[in-house]
């Protein structure tokens, strides 16, 4: 196809229908314009003249590839009629993407289940890779003929049982859109869907942070304190240790020194957490709402953070662990208030936004790029004001290699270990696993100097920290009126509610009826359940539409009313 004279001058849908976005979309309509970033319409244009069923959008955290994708999406479903399937790394991300889709009109399902049929008035479902390796044949089915979104598919390597369901699952439908804000990974597992030259992945749209830092308004600068420090511990083999970041040490033993560094019963974290709450409360006095995350390194050692913050600083913190189970709720309430600090674990690393993020503190032993790339991804996303943000780190050389690097684009290599380098790539969680029944124990840990150079590893102290917005970002082509999109079914109730709502209301409606029902009548829950879905003409409730949903909740009422009639007569 070719392309147009102006770059994202128009949307093109399949290849007989054109689109003209509004510049000045009527007031009634404004709630349904958005505004994409120029690399976000480069993207798209990339995207609708790509003719293979596989596209791969790299771009750094905090870019937007989520609208990017659901743009796609809602270009992209009208042609094929099907479905769409959107793969997460997390349960807590599921929820995001679902939330997201509804400004676009999807009505997603997060919490679809393999033995249920997808209800007629359901558009797709949200799932994780986990989910998609223990039901890979169904949720194949859902995918068939239609769109997936594989979001962050490098956990597609995580494990060699997830990639092999991943191509399973995913080879029937007709397109497959993959994103990634760090293609890369420490190991030699190829993914499924990704076009290779030699060892090396090739995007077909790639977004680095050097780029959205020049574009303005996209990402902040990042600085990174490093502190040093001097730490003495008993190793697991009941040796007694003790050296400075800065001491040359084989990769078993920096692991051990960082894990003394961390530790609880040092004064090292104290020291660090001190600093990091400082530059919060600077931030805060321009931008009261800006937070501060610290990333532990397990839930006991998230806890400890918690209190020390609480005991040392008076400062209460939000806690989100990934055996929490109200964890998604903690953070969704977070995002949205003005509490200073959220300590997680496994939890805000990836994806998930908390845009007032503007300080972090590395306080986990796990050492991989790819967290480290992630983990600071968290907190430049831009916001509108000006201002920095800053990641605290100990000054382990590996870290410090990262701080120094992440600038660059990095692809997706699929090199060995032993070419990542010696102490360069720590498999999440091994620190611990071995110390966890041994002699291993914290002597002291102390910060020996103050934060290293703030010089910014990406632009000079007299260069502008955030830059203008590009007249790119003006053209009119950037603009999109939802409202001229081709449909993709009515899914909101006649008062403007999402469906997914009215869909959880319904349920919750024609649960609180059956209770009702069989209080009034004596007979089971399932004899009452059952008796409703005849009536309703449905299956189950997990399978029913909205509509179905209020003609058994109607249902419902009529029966109870009429017992109650009889009650009284």
């Known amino acids: 196809m070719a392309r147009s004279r102006h770059v994202g001058e128009r949307l093109r849908v399949g290849h007989n229908r054109t689109l003209m976005p509004r510049s000045r979309p009527p007031a009634a309509a404004r709630d349904q314009t958005l505004r994409l970033r120029p690399w976000q319409r480069r993207a798209l244009d990339a995207y609708e003249r790509s003719e293979r069923g596989d596209f791969l959008a790299v771009a750094t955290p905090g870019a937007g590839k989520t609208l990017f994708a659901l743009t796609a999406a809602r270009l992209t479903l009208p042609v094929l009629g099907r479905r769409i399937v959107i793969v997460a790394p997390s349960r807590h991300l599921k929820r995001q993407w679902v939330e997201a889709a509804e400004r676009f009109g999807f009505h997603l399902d997060a919490d679809w289940s393999p033995t249920d049929r997808l209800p007629a008035d359901v558009h797709g479902i949200v799932t994780t890779y986990q989910q998609v390796a223990m039901a890979t044949r169904e949720i194949g089915q859902v995918a068939e003929g239609g769109l997936a979104i594989l979001d962050e598919v490098h956990h597609a390597g995580d494990e060699l049982a997830w990639g092999d369901a991943v191509a399973a699952a995913f080879s029937p439908a007709a397109r497959r859109l993959a994103l990634s804000g760090t293609p890369f990974r420490s190991d030699t597992a190829a993914i499924p869907f990704l076009s290779y030259v030699g ?45 400075a970041f800065h001491d040359p040490l084989p990769r078993s033993l920096a692991n051990q020194r960082l894990r003394a560094a961390l530790s609880l019963d040092g004064e090292w974290l104290p020291a660090v957490l001190g600093h990091a709450h400082a530059q919060l409360a600077e931030i805060r006095t321009a931008r009261p709402d800006a937070a501060g995350l610290v990333i532990a390194t397990d839930q006991e050692h998230a806890q400890g953070v918690a209190r020390m913050l609480r005991e040392r600083l008076d400062v209460r913190a939000t806690v989100a662990v990934s055996e929490d189970p109200a964890a998604s709720h903690k953070i969704r309430r977070f995002a949205a208030g003005t509490d200073p600090w959220i300590v997680a674990v496994r939890m805000v690393s990836e994806g998930v936004d908390i845009p007032r993020l503007r300080v972090g ?44 690097t992440i600038a660059e684009s990095r692809r997706h290599n699929l090199r060995s270990k032993r070419q990542e380098g010696e102490g360069h790539s720590v498999p999440q969680g091994r620190e611990g696993a071995d110390d966890q029944l041994s002699l291993f124990a914290v002597h ?21 920290e955030v830059p203008a917005a590009s007249s790119a970002e003006s053209d009119p082509a950037l603009v999109i009126d939802l409202g001229s999109l081709p449909p993709v079914g009515s899914k909101a109730t006649p008062d403007g509610r ?26 089971s829950h399932a ?18 539409t909205v509509a179905q949903l209020v003609r058994r909740a109607a249902a419902a009422e009529g029966w109870f009313a009429r017992e109650q009639r009889r009650r009284s007569a």
């Open 498 to 523: 999402p469906a997914r709502r009215e869909r959880e209301r319904q349920r919750l409606r024609n649960s609180r009826l059956a209770r009702e029902i069989a209080g009034i009548t004596g007979l």
């Open 361 to 404: 503190v590395h306080a986990t032993t796990t050492t991989t790029e790819l967290f480290f790339r992630q983990a600071v991804g968290r907190i430049v996303r831009h916001t509108g004001d000006s201002g920095r943000s800053y990641m605290f780190i100990p000054d382990d050389p590996r870290l410090r290699h990262y701080s120094d």
């Open 199 to 243: 060892s090396q992945v090739v995007p077909d749209v790639e977004y680095g942070y050097r780029e959205a830092l020049g574009d303005g308004h996209v990402v902040r600068p990042v600085y990174f304190p490093r502190f040093g420090g001097h730490m003495e511990w008993t190793a697991p083999d009941g040796a007694e240790l003790s050296a």
């Open 444 to 464: 002291s840990a102390t910060a020996t100097d103050g934060p290293g150079d703030l010089a910014d590893i990406f632009a000079s102290h007299d260069e502008p």
């Open 527 to 544: 004899q009452v359940n059952g008796e409703l879905n005849r009536l309703a003409q449905v299956s189950r409730v997990s399978e029913a």
